[in-house]
């Protein structure tokens, strides 16, 4: 299984950039998709998640009304728009698999991750 994540990079408060995640050697629409982040010196935490049709997300409470997660199935992509950048979402950013349906938040129904992808807010 592998998970490409591709969109990182540089950009200054207010503004937006858009992850996208194409997996391969799984069946995609089987999956719900998260993205997590871990920012220097703090753990992992969540930041989205989508069921594997797609018609249900999750996003914690530091993201929700400025991130949007998406999936296309057809495509086998997630894709996780961020909008109203602020220096704290500064973070390494990843985008993982899970087979559960339940428990999207936590990092440990995940079993696959694709490698980091650096995002930087300056102010």
């Known amino acids: 299984v592998q998970l490409q994540a591709s969109g990182g990079g540089l950009v200054q408060a207010g503004g937006s950039l858009r992850f996208s995640c194409a997996a391969s050697?799984?069946?995609?629409?089987?999956?719900?998709m998260g993205w997590f982040r871990q920012a220097p010196g703090k753990e992992r935490e969540f930041v989205a998640a989508i069921s594997r049709s797609g018609s249900r997300t999750y996003y914690a409470d530091s993201v929700k009304g400025r991130f949007t997660i998406s999936r296309d199935n057809a495509k086998s992509t997630v894709y996780l728009q961020m909008n109203s950048l602020k220096p704290e979402d500064t973070a390494v950013y990843y985008c993982a698999a899970s087979y559960r349906a339940y428990g999207l938040s936590s990092p440990d129904e995940y079993g696959y991750w694709g490698q980091g992808t650096q995002v930087t807010v300056s102010s």
């Open positions: 050697g799984l069946t995609f629409s089987t999956a719900a």
